[in-house]
């Protein structure tokens, strides 16, 4: 009998131990809310209305994807611009925090931040896959995040879309005689290069293009593909579409979460938007490519006019591109460093494109 009691006492004090230590772990472990962080409801505003193929249907893609793979812990919703700041002030509103997010593309920051526009779109730059390759496997991803940390702002890649048409014109372009003197609506830093050949550029949004050009404020316009362009109705004024977009063989764009706010994410949230923006980056590539066929039927069928330029004329162009070049990298040290990568980068990987790829 004494030594049955002395059993249970035994086994007592050792189930009072294991029971203090099941505690003590439990209590080392997060709980749900802390290992997925605290509900987020955010605001984005987008330079894109949500209607317009890819460049604006993509965030708002990216807006029902998040709350789907969040299990609805993160909902952040898309607002057209103009609802909650001018599309072109969606930078400023984000660094401040006056909003929480942004959806755009990079290349319409170059006023402020002028080695931006290289994570957008290069003239005579990279393919998709290869401007996706430099991001993540190259530096630019880094490059990206430090530049856009200085403003207060967390950047993430989440988007892409395939080559550029390079202009709408009333009358056929025949030499670069043609184009000196043109006012013309153009993106990021092939305004540049049209500017080095004599072209007045504009920058503006996408929802105040048509007008401009119907009512001769601009005489011509570049905006986005084929699939976009098409929506746009810009055939309606002038018949003369020309290729290829050598401004913007590809064109990312952009998540931009006021550093603050995500700073307040937990891990796991960081993941889930970041992840969510990698699937956007794949759908932007297939549905890009898939759908730009049948816009180019419609927009013959409607009696629009599809050129090529001459060798010639982009010859020209990329001239002038390259003494953009020198001049933005001689006035911006960020510019000059994500220039270098990125020239490097592609470079190197020349030989493997050149083994491997068909021509």
């Known amino acids: 009998m004494l030594i049955s009691r002395n059993f249970i006492v035994i086994v007592s004090i050792l189930s009072l131990i294991l029971t203090s230590c099941s505690n003590n772990e439990s209590s080392s472990k997060p709980s749900g809310e802390d290992n997925n962080g605290k509900k987020v409801r955010w605001k984005m505003a987008s330079t894109f209305a949500g209607n317009l193929t890819q460049l604006g249907s993509s965030g708002v893609r990216f807006s029902e994807q998040i709350e789907v793979i969040s299990g609805g812990n993160i909902k952040v919703k898309f607002f057209d611009p103009g609802a909650l700041v001018p599309a072109l002030e969606i930078f400023d509103a984000v660094s401040s925090g006056s909003i929480d997010a942004g959806w755009s593309t990079p290349g319409y920051w170059a006023g402020k931040v002028p080695a931006l526009p290289l994570f957008a779109a290069v003239p005579f730059g990279p393919s998709a896959q290869e401007y996706i390759s430099w991001i993540y496997y190259g530096g630019g991803k880094e490059l990206f995040e430090e530049?856009?940390?200085?403003?207060?702002?967390?950047?993430?890649?989440?988007?892409?879309?395939?080559?550029?048409?390079?202009?709408?014109?009333?009358?056929?372009?025949?030499?670069?005689?043609?184009?000196?003197?043109?006012?013309?609506?153009f993106f990021g830093l092939g305004a540049k290069v049209m500017e080095k050949?004599?072209?007045?550029?504009?920058?503006i949004a996408g929802g105040d293009i048509f007008p401009a050009l119907e009512l001769g404020t601009i005489d011509a316009t570049e905006f986005s593909m084929p699939a976009v362009d098409l929506d746009l109705g810009f055939y309606q004024v002038?018949?003369?579409?020309?290729?290829?977009?050598?401004?913007?063989q590809s064109t990312l764009f952009e998540l931009m979460v006021n550093m603050d706010k995500w700073n307040k994410l937990s891990d796991t949230q960081k993941a889930q938007i970041e992840s969510a923006c990698g699937d956007n980056i794949r759908?932007?590539?297939?549905?890009?490519?898939?759908?730009?066929?049948?816009?180019?039927?419609?927009?013959e069928s409607k009696g629009v006019k599809i050129h090529q330029w001459s060798q010639e004329i982009l010859a020209t162009l990329e001239q002038a591109w390259l003494e953009v070049v020198e001049e933005e990298s001689a006035r911006d040290e960020d510019f000059k460093r994500s220039w270098e990568s990125l020239s490097t980068f592609r470079k190197n990987i020349?030989?493997?494109?050149?083994?491997?790829?068909?021509?």
């Not at 050949?197 to 920058?203: D, F, H, K, M, R």
């Not at 932007?284 to 730009?292: N, R």
């Not at 030989?351 to 068909?358: A, D, F, S």
Request: with cysteine; charged share 25%.
């Open 238 to 248: 002038a018949k003369h579409y020309y290729f290829p977009g050598w401004h913007q």
């Open 350 to 359: 020349e030989t493997w494109k050149t083994l491997g790829y068909l021509k």
């Open 147 to 185: 530049i856009y940390a200085k403003h207060n702002i967390k950047g993430i890649i989440c988007g892409v879309v395939p080559p550029e048409a390079s202009g709408w014109f009333r009358k056929e372009i025949k030499s670069v005689e043609d184009l000196k003197g043109m006012k013309m609506r």
């Open 197 to 203: 050949i004599g072209v007045s550029t504009q920058l």
């Open 283 to 299: 759908n932007g590539i297939a549905e890009g490519e898939a759908i730009q066929v049948e816009a180019l039927k419609t927009l």
